[in-house]
Antibody, heavy 119, light 110 residues
Framework: EEQLVESGGGLVQPGGSLRLSCAGS????????MRWVRQAPGGGLDYVAN????????HYVDSLKGRFTISRDNAKNSLYLQMNNLRVEDTAVYYC????????????WGQGAQVTVSS | QTVVTQEPSLSVSPGGTVTLTCGLS?????????PTWCQQTPGQTPHTLIY???TRSSGVPDRFSGSIVGNRAALTITGAQAEDESDYYC??????????FGGGTRLTVL
């Protein structure tokens, strides 16, 4: 069974940093684009970042460039999101998402990791 | 910046048919945008219903269908059931590695 399990969420002060991890299992992790999607409290879904299967190509929504860094370790079947200079408005549930090879950008989702930015 | 637009809320009677749409603040949605539809029941993780305009994800009932109607992507639910009461999000392909979500439609079945 395919699984995506996020970890690393928590409470952080404004200006702080946090690193989310996502462990994939039950599929060929190194074959697929991986993404992060977030959802603020009471809000909609927002696309955050994408990384290519080999990790060479990375894409970010313009508003997050420079503060967030997506990475992966295919040997560990793991996806990461390094978040720096966090703001209150970054408070959200962060979902790890696998794409598929047939234009399904959101084939499978993790259960989400809560990130709360507050003083 | 391109904004993906959806109806904020819609309602449908049990057994009825409803169409949710997804547009662009500037321009028309075509198959080139590979429209995808996700469903999220409050408190639950989202899951994808339809991708690449009209392909149903595994296990999705055939009462859900996707299409292009005019200049918008559309998700049609034929024979709505109580469990279809959810938030529905459209997401469109913009350029390599970048997709954009719409604001979501809250569907009420009553």
């Amino acid at each position: 069974e395919e699984q995506l399990v996020e970890s690393g969420g928590g409470l952080v002060q404004p200006g702080g940093s946090l690193r989310l991890s996502c462990a994939g299992s039950g599929f060929a992790f190194s074959n697929f684009n991986m993404r992060w999607v977030r959802q603020a409290p009471g809000g909609g879904l927002d696309y955050v970042a994408n990384i290519s299967p080999d990790g060479r190509d990375k894409h970010y929504v313009d508003s997050l460039k420079g503060r967030f860094t997506i990475s992966r370790d295919n040997a560990k079947n793991s996806l990461y999101l390094q978040m720096n200079n966090l703001r209150v408005e970054d408070t959200a549930v962060y979902y790890c998402v696998r794409a598929s090879s047939d234009w399904n950008p959101l084939h499978s989702w993790g259960q989400g990791a809560q990130v709360t930015v507050s003083s | 910046q391109t904004v993906v637009t959806q109806e904020p809320s819609l309602s449908v009677s049990p057994g009825g048919t409803v169409t949710l749409t997804c547009g662009l603040s500037s321009g028309s949605v075509s198959t080139n945008y590979h429209p995808t539809w996700c469903q999220q029941t409050p408190g639950q993780t989202p899951h994808t219903l339809i991708y690449n305009t009209n392909t149903r994800s595994s296990g999705v009932p055939d009462r859900f269908s996707g299409s292009i109607v005019g200049n918008r992507a559309a998700l049609t639910i034929t024979g709505a059931q109580a469990e279809d009461e959810s938030d529905y999000y459209c997401v469109l392909y913009m350029r390599p590695g970048i997709w954009v979500f719409g604001g979501g439609t809250r569907l009420t079945v009553l």
